[in-house]
């Protein structure tokens, strides 16, 4: 829940901007005023989304210095200009006065850009591997399958080009839709390829720069994941322990504990999505050996020795977590595991970075 607050007095409820749910400190009239204890606000006001209106429409409540604001935090975005109805604007009324809300970060417009951005590219490596699909099974429904190596390799490649030739076995309608088809992949690559180019020159600015640094040295993120943990959290220290961190992410387990037995589902999924996947990428790479590869070699000059300590200790135990969990589990879920063994090894670093600067 995002809130602003100011000094006790007046409570306003907000939902985005449509809809204003109150209770006033000050009596209202008998026909107005609600219980002390009441679980309805005292009046709701519906107001147009105009940021004047709304400003002046607070200022007849009271002195700013005697108000608290609420917002409903959702993945629309922070702007305030969300429709929210009656309903809505009641109860986030009645759960901010019992103090039932939990506090969130808000980023600024400019980091919530970059992140989008961010964002974006995720998008198209899913939309990459949906258009890769649909090429290779138009071809397998024509009895044509690749089996002379890995898929999407240049030899791949060229196999797929030699198809989309006039020459090639297909038919004329079928080479105009495969190679429809096959441009689909390589057009969605080249624009992903210029988006980790904006990605890497803003990884560079000093709003980020020391973040993504750190976060490379570990094993597993490259620019992009450490640039998808860098822009989704912002402030690392705001969660007051590891565990809180694993929840944000949604790598804890579900529990349907009854009296005094205990039992422990699969994690909640709860949490921020991007990051989980990102994590869950990187741990992939500690079912290897510990190694310090060229380019892990790269990304850890000039770091902090206890960070790149830290990273070390982390591939020693993440590695070990997860055969002794892959030996009776799917290496799927032994996976998850390790991602959330990688969270603590990142909070304790990342919680000691300074104070986030804005960026842009």
């Known amino acids: 829940m995002d809130t602003t607050q100011w000094t006790p007095g007046l409570t306003i409820c907000q939902c985005r ?6 209770r006033s400190s000050t009596p209202d009239p008998p026909s107005r005023v609600s219980p002390p204890k009441h679980p309805a606000p005292s009046k709701v006001d519906k107001l147009a989304y105009d940021l004047k209106k709304l400003r002046r429409y607070l200022e007849r409540l009271g002195p700013v210095a005697s108000l608290q604001a609420c917002d409903e935090a959702s993945g629309a975005g922070s702007v305030l200009q969300r429709k929210h109805d009656k309903y809505d604007a009641s109860q986030l009324a009645r759960l901010f006065r019992a103090g039932e809300f939990t506090a969130v970060h808000i980023p600024s417009e400019a980091g919530e850009r970059v992140r989008d951005l961010v964002r974006c590219r995720s998008t198209f490596q899913r939309e990459i591997l949906t258009s890769r699909h649909y090429a290779l099974k138009f071809l397998a429904r024509r009895g044509l399958v690749y089996r002379e190596g890995t898929p999407w390799r240049q030899p791949h490649y060229e196999w797929l080009r030699r198809l989309a030739r006039a020459e090639s076995s297909l038919a004329a309608e079928d080479r105009i839709v495969f190679g429809e088809y096959l441009a689909l992949p390589e057009y969605k690559l080249s624009r992903r390829d210029e988006l980790d180019r904006q990605i890497a020159a ?7 720069a020391p973040k993504v640094a750190r976060l490379q040295c570990f094993r597993g993120l490259d620019t992009h994941g450490a640039m998808a943990l860098a822009t989704e959290l912002a402030d690392w220290r705001r969660f007051g322990s590891a565990r809180e961190l694993m929840a944000y992410f949604g790598l804890v387990p579900l529990e ?3 009296w005094d037995r205990q039992r422990r589902g699969s994690i909640t999924k709860a949490g921020n999505s991007h990051v989980r996947h990102v994590l869950v990428q990187a741990a992939w ?3 290897f050996a510990p190694k310090v590869g060229v380019a892990l070699k790269r990304r850890q000059e000039g770091q902090d020795p206890r960070v790149i300590a830290h990273a070390w200790k982390a591939q020693h135990r993440a590695h070990k977590v997860f055969h002794r969990l892959s030996a009776a589990r799917p290496p799927q879920v032994a996976v998850v595991a390790v991602a959330r063994e990688l969270v603590g090894f990142l909070w304790a670093v990342m919680r000691e970075e ?7």
């Open 17 to 22: 901007t449509r809809r204003i749910a109150r």
């Open 256 to 258: 349907h504990s009854s």
């Open 202 to 208: 803003l990884a560079l600015t000093p709003a980020l």
């Open 285 to 287: 790479s500690y079912r």
């Open 354 to 360: 300074p104070a986030p600067l804005a960026v842009g």
